[in-house]
């Protein structure tokens, strides 16, 4: 066994069906007064119930979270926060919400307890990803990390079939990049794993019916497995792109993840031979990772090429560029033209591209 370093996080996690009722005792746990509840637009109304089931802990409501985590938003946040008298922030809803979260903790240190109901994965990283004027970068800092998370299963049964695969590729991201990070160790890698066999178990079950509520339990499990892995070790092509189409074309989040995963495993498949095994068997498939990772994405309806996301043709060019300007650690070297391949190949929705 290679020597490795693992960094364990704190952290407190409630996971089963009907744990929203606990949320109450949760903020008295932890010493605090008044929760201000974070959420989209979208789910003002699920916000403001929440807000009302605290009674006298609740602070209110701010329902302004977007996608991307612009900076603007979260300066309207700032200020209804400071309009109010919270001493704690309770995000409930996909990586939108918990974003929000995060960006005013790290502007706050305020403690936070979230509530995920996608399997986004964000309740458990110290990552912060915010967007200003189309460029989307991202911070590691303890102050993001939450308290609490309360992983409620009975949240995720409303999450439509191609959000909740398109999630779960988002997840099956974290745990790929994992494998062949250049920080990966023994404890990641068996996260890693189990997140992504878990997953791929349950995608096709909810897509047949999304209420079923093992499958969601498993999806949801594999969810936290998943975020654990990406709050534990670097990433790599995969995420930089994501960020880099989300910042400049404000693309959807997670269908971005599944458009892009079978191309940029392909990309990384020849220097990473340890973790394609690894997929190959946690998928249980006998054909090549990024091939199987497709057919997955096919099969759940979620394999969208990239120009039906958003992105115009020009940004390949433009977000290769870029990529390649500022490049991350990858296992296999970054390079343009292989990048625009990648990218060209998901933006016309064709198979992923065999790379040397
Ligand atoms: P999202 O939060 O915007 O949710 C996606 C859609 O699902 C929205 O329309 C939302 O209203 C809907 N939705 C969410 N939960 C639902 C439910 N239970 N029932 C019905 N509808 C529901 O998107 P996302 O993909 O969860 O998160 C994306 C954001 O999270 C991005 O900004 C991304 O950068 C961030 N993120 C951050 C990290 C991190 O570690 N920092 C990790 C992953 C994602």
Redo the contacts with the bound molecule.
């Keep these: 066994m290679q020597p490795f370093i693992h960094s364990g996080l704190p952290g407190r996690v409630l996971f089963g069906s009907g744990t929203l009722c606990r949320l109450g005792d949760e903020v008295r746990r932890l010493e605090c007064a008044h929760a201000l509840v974070l959420c ?1 637009s ?2 003002a109304q699920q916000g403001q119930a929440l807000a009302d089931s605290l009674g006298p802990l609740s602070a209110g409501v701010f329902a302004g ?1 977007v ?3 612009p900076v603007d938003a979260t300066e309207q946040a700032l200020a209804s926060l400071r309009g109010s008298h919270a001493d704690l922030l309770v995000s409930i ?7 929000l979260g ?1 960006a005013l903790a790290l502007r706050t240190n305020l403690p936070q307890i979230c509530i ?7 309740e458990v ?1 110290p ?3 915010q967007t200003l004027g189309g460029r ?1 970068t ?1 911070q590691r800092s303890p102050a993001v990390l939450p308290k609490t998370v309360i992983y409620d299963v009975d ?6 079939a191609a ?1 909740s695969a ?2 779960g590729f ?1 997840s099956m991201a ?1 745990a790929i990049e994992a494998l062949y990070a250049r920080d990966a160790n023994p404890l990641t890698s068996l996260l890693a794993t189990q997140s992504i066999a878990r997953m791929a178990g349950a995608l096709p079950v909810i897509a047949r019916d999304i209420k079923d509520p093992e499958a969601r339990s498993e999806a949801l499990y594999a969810a936290w497995l998943g ?1 654990t892995c ?2 534990s070790v670097g990433m790599a092509l995969h995420h930089r792109l994501c ?1 880099v189409l ?1 910042g400049m074309f404000d693309m ?3 269908f971005t993840h599944a458009a892009l995963l079978p191309h940029t495993v392909a990309y990384n498949a020849g220097a990473s031979p340890a973790a394609m095994d690894a997929v190959r068997e946690a998928l249980a498939t006998p054909l090549p990772a990024p091939r199987a990772l497709h057919e997955l994405g096919h099969s759940l309806g979620i394999a969208i090429p990239l120009r039906e996301l958003g992105m115009p043709e020009a940004g390949v060019k433009q977000a290769a560029d870029e990529v390649c300007a500022n490049p991350c650690w990858n296992p296999c070297p970054l390079r343009r033209d292989p990048v625009r391949t990648l990218l060209r190949n998901a933006w016309r929705g064709h198979a992923p591209h065999e790379f040397d």
């Excluded at 809803?93 to 974003?99: E, L, T, V």
């Excluded at 995920?116 to 964000?122: D, K, L, V």
């Excluded at 949240?155 to 439509?160: A, D, K, Q, R, V």
């Design positions: 989209t979208g789910h979270a996608m991307h985590t809803g996909g990586g939108s919400a918990i974003g995060k995920p109901t996608t399997y986004a994965g964000s990283t990552v912060v990803g989307k991202t949240l995720t049964l409303s999450l439509p959000v398109a999630s988002n974290h975020g990406l709050a960020h989300g959807p989040h997670a």
